[in-house]
């Protein structure tokens, strides 16, 4: 989850409480959802978070939602924008870049700890929302530094979103010398870190002004427009694969730099005819200010936070919450450009919750004439997890969320095939993080990553984990077929086939089942040391020793063994 650095006395300013306690302070964030997690050497608050309030990411977010918390602020609150003079020209980008936003904000004092808040800020949003900048880079220009050309139409001055040669040349951040993007890819420290970016593109994604080169984006911007404290006048521009992450990425840095006092002042983005992408031909009018709206009812709120509320209370925590409300047969909710998280009305009910105060619900015991048990399936999960920690298993408990590099490609895994294992992937559309980018189809993977980060303990690791797997399927309601998996490894010198054997046999006589082991083909497994595991003549996973290229791509330096099976094959 998102860390922040947040100076407590510069937040005090920010949020108008110049005499509250940092306890009290932090009492306050923790009501939020913001959580304390220490102090870095200068003093600052360590805050954490949940991914999905991009907004947070900056000490300019947390105090403005303090803010609403007091009732110092209410509402939706849009900063006035001034009309464009200046144009983004977007023709020739590389296919694999091919989307550009912008914004230009004035007379904003980046002193006293205001440019490293908003450098923080565009590194946070690198890391999430811009996917390691994969997604969405965010360049920030020294406009003084920048002349505009003629535009075609409309705007007075004009930069050009486009296409570079590898040979050409420019002066690129923390370097004297001028360099060509190959160079930079080679040579450069941030060069280096961001070189698969742009990894196969014959021609490098520039933006250019009528002097020249200043950006190579994602990778590094030019020395030339470098801000300072100095800097007053700026110039964002963002690229990436998708127009929606940059625009709300915009808007998040521009509320940012309005809490700040600068004026934000629009930019039109002019894609040509021929420009690749699905706005080619199209002029949009950035940053996009536009709120959207959710209906929610007022039984939904009452039913999922379990209070009685009258109108007037459901009013005012929306407002505190930084959103605008209309009551008519229902509640229209206005939900403010910054806020990229709201995807469902109970968005809306959790904001709701937290500024009413979640210690405030009081528990009560549910309306219902049933006493509850434990589910079978758990006292089955129970009675398997004991039983392996009998045989010499630690039990794990790993995320059900990976990505199909950890899932598929390093147990050479082919997606969509037949294998245990290789069912289709159930993804997420949009991703906060890329490292979590679809729900496992098996727990094999979770529990190799555990050996890879325990080399440096002793051997043998003896591991197993019941869990979460799941994959697409259509003859499903929700198009998902979940199931408990039975995941085990034993990483160890003398680890054979026939040790993890042994133990699948006890584990399956101790419920009473008959174990068959017939001979199979596993990518994970060496080929003749690999058998299905059959219970009670049904197939249900596979069991062998894992293969040499799997076990030195996760770094481990000693034979291992697996075993993995559906759990309900033992009830």
């Known amino acids: 989850m998102p860390v922040v650095n947040v100076d407590p006395?510069?937040?005090?300013?920010?949020?108008?409480?110049?005499?509250?306690?940092?306890?009290?302070?932090?009492?306050?964030?923790?009501?939020?959802?913001?959580?304390?997690?220490?102090?870095?050497?200068?003093?600052?608050?360590?805050?954490?978070?949940?991914?999905?309030?991009?907004?947070?990411?900056?000490?300019?977010?947390?105090?403005?939602a303090l803010r609403y918390y007091y009732g110092e602020?209410?509402?939706?609150?849009?900063?006035?924008?001034?009309?464009?003079?200046?144009?983004?020209?977007?023709?020739?980008?590389?296919?694999?870049?091919?989307?550009?936003?912008?914004?230009?904000?004035?007379?904003?004092?980046?002193?006293?700890?205001?440019?490293?808040?908003?450098?923080?800020?565009?590194?946070?949003?690198?890391?999430?929302?811009?996917?390691?900048?994969?997604?969405?880079?965010?360049?920030?220009?020294?406009?003084t530094m920048l002349k505009g050309a003629p535009a075609k139409d409309g705007a007075e001055k004009s930069i050009r979103y486009t296409s570079m040669s590898p040979d050409e040349r420019f002066v690129p951040l923390e370097s004297d010398e001028e360099m060509t993007p190959a160079e930079v890819l080679d040579a450069h420290h941030m060069g280096s870190d961001y070189a698969d970016l742009v990894a196969g593109m014959d021609r490098y994604p520039a933006i250019y002004d009528d002097i020249g080169l200043f950006?190579?984006?994602p990778v590094i911007n030019g020395r030339r427009t470098e801000v300072t404290e100095d800097s007053r006048d700026l110039l964002i521009e963002m690229t990436g694969t998708d127009q929606w992450t940059v625009d709300h990425m915009l808007n998040i840095v521009c509320y940012a730099?309005?809490?700040?006092?600068?004026?934000?002042?629009?930019?039109?983005?002019?894609?040509?005819?021929?420009?690749?992408?699905?706005?080619?031909?199209?002029?949009?009018?950035?940053?996009?200010?536009?709120?959207?709206?959710?209906?929610?009812?007022?039984d939904r709120i009452e039913t999922v936070l379990g209070v009685g509320f009258d109108e007037e209370t459901i009013v005012d925590c929306a407002e505190r919450s930084g959103l605008d409300v209309r009551v008519e047969e229902n509640y229209e909710f206005e939900i403010p450009p910054y806020r990229v998280d709201v995807l469902h009305p109970?968005?809306?009910?959790?904001d709701i919750g937290r500024v009413y105060g979640f210690n405030e619900l009081g528990p009560r015991y549910p309306d219902v004439a049933t006493v509850g048990t434990r589910h079978e399936r758990s006292r089955l999960e129970d009675a398997v997890r004991e039983t392996l920690v009998g045989l010499g298993f630690?039990?794990?408990?790993?995320?059900?969320?990976?990505?199909?590099?950890?899932?598929?490609?390093?147990?050479?895994?082919?997606?969509?095939?037949?294998?245990?294992?290789?069912?289709?992937?159930?993804?997420?559309i949009e991703p906060y993080s890329e490292a979590y980018t679809m729900l496992r189809t098996w727990a094999l993977p979770s529990v190799m990553q555990v050996l890879e980060n325990n080399t440096h303990r002793s051997y043998p690791q003896h591991l197993a984990e019941i869990g979460l797997a799941a994959c697409v399927d259509e003859s499903e309601n929700t198009n998902v077929a979940e199931h408990r998996t039975v995941s085990l490894a034993m990483a160890d010198p003398e680890a054979s086939y026939e040790d993890v054997r042994a133990r699948l046999q006890a584990l399956t006589g101790r419920f009473d089942a008959e174990?068959?082991?017939?001979?199979?083909?596993?990518?994970?497994?060496?080929?003749?040391?690999?058998?299905?595991?059959?219970?009670?003549?049904?197939?249900?996973?596979?069991?062998?020793?894992?293969?040499?290229?799997?076990?030195?791509?996760h770094d481990i330096e000693v034979p291992v063994v697996a075993a993995e099976f559906r759990l309900d094959a033992l009830q």
């Not at 870049?97 to 690198?126: F, M």
């Not at 809490?259 to 021929?274: Q, W």
């Not at 009670?536 to 996973?541: A, H």
């Open 215 to 217: 950006s190579f984006p």
């Open 257 to 298: 730099l309005s809490a700040r006092g600068g004026r934000l002042e629009r930019v039109e983005i002019s894609y040509d005819e021929d420009a690749p992408g699905e706005y080619a031909g199209h002029t949009l009018d950035r940053p996009d200010l536009a709120t959207k709206t959710k209906t929610v009812t007022h």
């Open 394 to 428: 630690e039990d794990l408990l790993n995320f059900y969320m990976t990505n199909e590099r950890e899932n598929f490609e390093r147990l050479g895994v082919e997606p969509g095939t037949d294998v245990v294992g290789g069912g289709e992937p159930v993804t997420i």
């Open 73 to 143: 602020d209410r509402g939706v609150a849009i900063p006035s924008t001034n009309d464009p003079e200046w144009t983004i020209e977007v023709e020739e980008t590389p296919e694999q870049r091919p989307y550009v936003t912008g914004a230009v904000v004035r007379d904003v004092d980046l002193s006293d700890g205001v440019l490293e808040s908003i450098l923080q800020l565009q590194e946070k949003l690198h890391a999430t929302m811009g996917r390691g900048r994969a997604k969405g880079a965010i360049g920030i220009h020294d406009m």
């Open 346 to 350: 109970v968005d809306v009910i959790d």
């Open 515 to 553: 174990l068959e082991t017939p001979a199979t083909e596993h990518p994970s497994f060496i080929p003749g040391r690999c058998a299905a595991v059959v219970i009670d003549g049904e197939s249900v996973g596979v069991v062998g020793e894992v293969h040499p290229e799997v076990i030195v791509g």
């Open 9 to 64: 006395d510069e937040l005090r300013e920010l949020t108008d409480q110049r005499d509250k306690s940092e306890d009290d302070l932090l009492d306050d964030m923790f009501g939020l959802g913001l959580e304390f997690e220490g102090e870095t050497e200068d003093g600052d608050l360590k805050v954490e978070f949940e991914p999905d309030r991009l907004d947070w990411l900056s000490i300019e977010g947390i105090a403005r």
